[in-house]
């Protein structure tokens, strides 16, 4: 399955600011998944990021707030802009691929990013 | 709209128990994933079960789905302590994934 590397892993950030979120896949992938988990909370999809086109954002969540870039097929970015303490949370990456030694198509995550908001 | 349930929220359980998590979704689907989340940590992937009936193992964790009744169990067998965790069930709709709301499961010895 594909390998993903996001960064940061952490960061701490003063309210009104913006932070960038990469996530670098090994390999070439059609979609690629933003999502956001509040403390304690499940998984909430922020948006699908397909290169060539805009993002497709779920109810809740505007490109304003969370402008997505998608360059290639490797690769996207997930900026939190204009931040405020509501928007400390892990945000995470995720690609649909195929595991082609089991045959499964599989949903596969990044490590995360822990945002704290001050 | 797919909305994904898990029962229950939280579980406390004696080392060398059995126990079963439900995952129940509101609408027909053919994939449903199993993850297991550590404090901190990202999301490991356990089972992705594709078929009605479909039925996985792994160590002491299996898991099954059921589509005619839009259920799957995650059957936790004489447990020990490295298996606490969140356990998350998500439901393929639509080329994206719903989750339900997580299981904490805690082992004590």
């Known amino acids: 399955s594909a390998v993903i590397s996001q960064k940061p892993s952490r960061d701490i950030c003063q309210r009104g600011t913006s932070l960038t979120i990469q996530c670098q896949v090994d390999?070439?992938?059609?979609?690629m998944f933003w999502y956001r988990q509040q403390p304690g909370q499940s998984l909430t999809l922020i948006a699908t990021?397909?290169?060539?086109?805009?993002?497709?954002?779920e109810s809740g969540f505007v490109i304003d707030k969370f402008p997505i870039s998608r360059p290639n097929l490797t690769f996207s970015t997930l900026t939190v802009s204009n931040m405020s303490p509501e928007d400390s949370s892990i945000y995470l990456c995720?690609?649909?691929?195929?595991?082609?030694?089991?045959?499964?198509?599989?949903?596969?995550f990044g490590s995360g990013t822990r945002l704290t908001v001050v | 709209e797919l909305k994904v349930e898990q029962n229950p929220l939280f579980l406390s359980m004696q080392e060398g128990k059995n126990y079963t998590i439900y995952c129940n979704y509101s609408?027909?689907?053919?994939?449903l994933y199993w993850y297991r989340q550590d404090p901190g940590k990202s999301l490991e992937s356990l089972f992705v079960?594709?078929?009605?009936?479909a039925v996985k193992q792994e160590g002491r964790l299996m898991a099954s789905l059921d589509t005619k009744a839009r259920l799957s169990t995650l059957h936790i067998t004489a447990a020990v302590h490295d298996l606490s965790a969140t356990y998350f069930c998500?439901?393929?709709?639509?080329?994206?994934?719903?989750f339900g709301q997580g299981t904490r499961l805690t082992i004590n010895p």
């Open positions: 079960l594709l078929s009605n009936g």
């Open positions: 390999s070439q992938v059609t979609m």
């Open positions: 609408t027909t689907s053919d994939r």
């Open positions: 998500a439901v393929a709709g639509a080329q994206k994934l719903v």
């Open positions: 990021a397909n290169q060539g086109s805009e993002a497709t954002y």
């Open positions: 995720s690609v649909h691929d195929r595991d082609s030694h089991l045959a499964n198509y599989g949903y596969t």
